[in-house]
């Protein structure tokens, strides 16, 4: 059974038996909580925990997942990928346990084919009840159901959330793979197809049980991959429908041919999979970036960088894994379709940025190699580790495996310490600001945060609580100074959300300050930046402030535009055009 037909054999089924086809959501999830969407029970999380009435009782889909955790994993072994597709049916207090073990066996057996005797279904150790329904109500034979601990059957989304004692199916794939005795000896050969999780508790962040959540749910996971690989009975992955032809492609861009050596398939595999992976996490709007999800796609784009270059091949070949990804899997995903000018954009120029310093970071590494092994030394500085990290923009796990393939081990210890070292540093530039702002902090001490009018009225009168100026706190200032202002209250707008500060003049009874920029500072005070044009200005001193009412209007108009502007983009771009921030 080919991808597309094990995909559409699954929704189906779950149709004819009363579910609703719900499509995947976003890989960029909705719940703050997560980092990417790594199941597909995440968009029902609010049915489960209660917290929303589901507009049905049961569901089923085809859902983009993502597990950053396997990211290591991928390439070195048969059977993970960072992104797969997971096909599911949820219950939110409508059926359970019987009913899913149930359609479950059917559809394995009687929908895709599987020989019965092939099976085996473990369950959570103290569930009994399940034991018995796969035993009497089903029909496997008790010696092929197997207790496991809560490590392997207790699932939880490993952040506060529905969780719950599950039960799984897997395939014997014979004994070509490994020895026998079920999936607790060996899940290379007992191959995990199914998991069905009988959603009960709530768990808090730690995954420890908190109580009952409100009613008994099913939450099924069965990731298409695996069961393609199973079906089409292909030793790994790779071989199946969904990936061979991403093999394929990276075969045909290195000149290299698949099965022949093992250090060569790993890159081939990686290039496949992360080629594939970052493919769906761009369409959905992940950008590269240095932190949360930005980096996993970043780190993922170097390494498809590093294992091309390491097969000989210079050139950008993104593309050509965007280009096969669309070709697989448009059809299923037809935002892919629309979204593959973006991707091949924004894949396309952090190929390029990182190619550049790609190759002086690898002349570094390399001399380094060579001195460790001149020195005998089987480890890579953690200083190296760094220096590759903040100047040419190698992650560690990167420089951890090349540094593996040239028979080192990296000073992880000494890379984190100086990592720490760096961190502390930027906290204690960040603490003590620059100088002015911890004059301005003394000012907010005793001023108290500035009362802003400016929502309401464009002057008003009040009183100057604070000057610095050259850098202190003065008590006067004259014409020509360069001074910072604060009032006790004020209608200028201070810069923020997007918009510039005011413009506008400050007057006091002997004198004038042009006011140029008006900024937030510590302690909710509002700092007016400007000149004196003319006279004396003196703390504690009355005054009038007047906002330059035609430029705040004109700032006022342009920022209510590039939200407009925003939200048209996104109509005509796609739900991807992200607006990263504004100076108007
Ligand atoms: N939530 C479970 C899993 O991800 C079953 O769907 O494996």
Redesign the pocket.
């Known amino acids: 059974m080919q991808a597309d037909q094990i995909r559409r054999t699954f929704l189906r089924f779950f149709e004819e038996r009363g579910h609703r086809v719900v499509p995947s959501s976003s890989l960029i999830p909705a719940d703050p909580t997560l980092l990417l969407t790594n199941?597909?029970?995440n968009q029902f999380k609010p049915y489960f925990l209660g917290l929303e009435q589901p507009p049905y009782p049961r569901a089923t889909t085809a859902q983009k997942v993502f597990r950053a955790v396997d990211i290591e994993n991928v390439g070195h072994t048969a059977r993970h990928l960072t992104f797969f597709e997971?096909l599911?049916n949820f219950s939110f207090g409508d059926y359970f346990k019987k009913e899913a073990c149930a359609w479950a066996y059917e559809l394995v057996t009687e929908g895709y084919g599987v020989d019965q005797d092939r099976l085996w279904v473990t369950v959570f150790e103290t569930d009994d009840e399940t034991i018995d329904i796969w035993a009497d109500e089903v029909g496997i034979p008790r010696e092929r159901i197997v207790r496991r601990g809560r490590e392997d059957n207790f699932?939880w989304m490993h952040v506060a959330g529905p969780s719950g004692p599950c039960s799984e199916i897997f395939v014997d794939r014979g004994p070509e793979y490994g020895p026998d005795g079920g999936p607790a000896v060996d899940e290379e050969r007992f191959l995990e197809i199914w998991?069905v999780?009988f959603m009960q508790n709530e768990c808090d962040e730690h995954g420890n049980v908190k109580g009952e959540l409100p009613k008994k749910n099913i939450?099924?996971?069965s990731s298409l991959e695996r069961v393609a690989m199973a079906l089409q009975n292909k030793a790994t992955l790779f071989e199946t429908d969904l990936l061979r032809p991403l093999v394929e492609t990276a075969e045909s861009i290195s000149g290299r041919i698949y099965g022949q050596d093992d250090t060569t398939d790993v890159s081939l595999r990686i290039l496949a999979e992360h080629g594939r992976a970052c493919t769906f996490l761009i369409a959905d709007g992940v950008l590269p970036s240095n932190e949360g999800r930005g980096y996993v796609l970043r780190r993922m784009l170097r390494k498809v960088v590093t294992h091309a270059r390491r097969l000989g091949v210079e050139r950008p070949i993104m593309s050509d894994f965007v280009e096969r990804t669309v070709d697989v899997m448009g059809e299923a995903y037809p935002d892919l379709v629309s979204n593959k000018p973006f991707v091949l954009q924004v894949a396309g120029s952090e190929e390029e940025r990182f190619g550049a310093t790609y190759r002086q970071g690898i002349v570094l590494f390399e001399s380094e190699v060579e001195k460790a092994k001149k020195e005998s030394s089987q480890a890579l500085p953690g200083s190296v580790a760094f220096r590759l990290h903040d100047t040419h923009g190698f992650p560690l796990e990167l420089t951890v495996e090349v540094a593996r393939d040239a028979g080192l081990l990296v000073d992880t210890d000494e890379f984190a310490s100086l990592m720490e070292e760096q961190r502390r540093r930027a906290r204690d530039a960040a603490r003590k600001g620059g100088p002015v702002e911890s004059v301005l902090a003394e000012v907010s001490a005793v001023s108290g945060p500035t009362d802003f009018l400016g929502y309401e009225r464009l002057s008003s009168e009040g009183r100057l609580l604070g000057i610095v100026a050259d850098g202190s706190i003065s008590e006067t200032a004259h014409e020509g100074d360069r001074i910072r202002v604060v009032l006790d209250r004020t209608p200028f707008y201070a810069e923020g959300g997007g918009q510039v500060g005011d413009e506008g003049v400050i007057r006091t009874p002997g004198g004038v300050i042009k006011i140029s920029d008006t900024k937030p500072g510590p302690g909710g005070i509002i700092v007016h930046e400007g000149l004196v044009s003319s006279g004396e200005v003196r703390q504690g001193e009355e005054m009038e402030a007047e906002v330059d009412v035609p430029r705040r209007q004109a700032t006022a108009r342009s920022h209510t535009a590039t939200h407009v502007l925003h939200h048209t983009i996104r109509q005509f771009v796609g739900e991807h055009a992200r607006q990263a921030g504004s100076l108007v």
């Open positions: 199941a597909g029970m997971m599911g699932w998991n999780v939450d099924t996971g």
